[in-house]
């Protein structure tokens, strides 16, 4: 079955740098878009980022780009998040989410989430 | 950017009841539009795809329905399971959005 686990959270200074891991199985990522979305506390899901099935394609949140790179290694099974610049509005609990199946970009729902990595940005 | 407008923002409802959460688009989305429950502690899960899809394991009291700029999402024979917050999301364009969420509590 499908298994999405994020790893690599934490606490960091405003101004420093994170990475994000999505370790992936039971699926073959380069068959599915792959997406970052991120929850701050007490408030609804926001949409961070998404690397199309075949890696051509990548697209950004307002409020994170220029900041955040999403990436993936289909060698192994994994999808990433570099988050730079990072500010006390990027404190958020960060999932990495399986698209939907069919033709991009007419399958850009959250088919299957990980549990979710938790991300603090404070001094 | 389109914005996803869902109401109620909270819902209270008895064991066995029938209840309908709203969501609008800003602009037209097609069918573009899914939605997803959220459990306290937990990542969403998704529910509906399409506007009215059912995602596989969903039981099939959840339905969802129309297109365009209105769509809701309507739980039947409310369980004591279904007491969450449920959210819409649109994937008509980038980027993404969501709505704003309804909780629907125990009466």
């Known amino acids: 079955q499908v298994q999405l686990v994020e790893s690599g959270g934490g606490v960091v200074q405003p101004g420093r740098s994170l990475r994000l891991y999505c370790a992936t199985s039971g699926f073959t990522l380069s068959d599915y878009g792959m997406h970052w979305v991120r929850q701050a506390p007490g408030k609804g899901p926001e949409w961070v980022a998404v690397v199309s099935f075949d890696g051509t394609k990548i697209y950004y949140g307002d409020s994170v780009k220029g900041r955040f790179t999403i990436s993936r290694d289909t060698s192994k099974n994994t999808l990433y998040l570099q988050m730079d610049s990072l500010r006390p509005e990027d404190t958020a609990v960060y999932y990495c989410?399986?698209?939907?199946?069919?033709?991009?970009?007419?399958?850009?729902?959250?088919?299957?989430w990980g549990q979710g990595a938790v991300v603090t940005v404070s001094s | 950017d389109i914005q996803m407008t869902q109401s109620p923002s909270t819902l209270s409802a008895f064991v066995g009841d029938r209840v309908t959460i709203t969501c609008r688009a800003s602009q037209s989305i097609s069918n573009w539009l899914a939605w997803y429950q959220q459990k306290p502690g937990r990542a969403p899960k998704l529910l509906i795809y399409q506007a009215s899809r059912l995602q596989s394991g969903v039981p099939s009291r959840f339905s969802g329905s129309g297109s365009g700029t209105e769509f809701t999402l309507t739980i039947s024979n409310l369980q004591p399971d279904d007491f969450a917050a449920y959210y819409c999301?649109?994937?008509?364009?980038?980027?993404?959005?969501f709505g704003g969420g309804t909780k629907v509590e125990i009466k």
């Open positions: 999301q649109q994937f008509k364009s980038f980027p993404l959005t």
């Open positions: 989410a399986k698209g939907g199946f069919g033709l991009w970009p007419t399958n850009l729902w959250f088919e299957s």
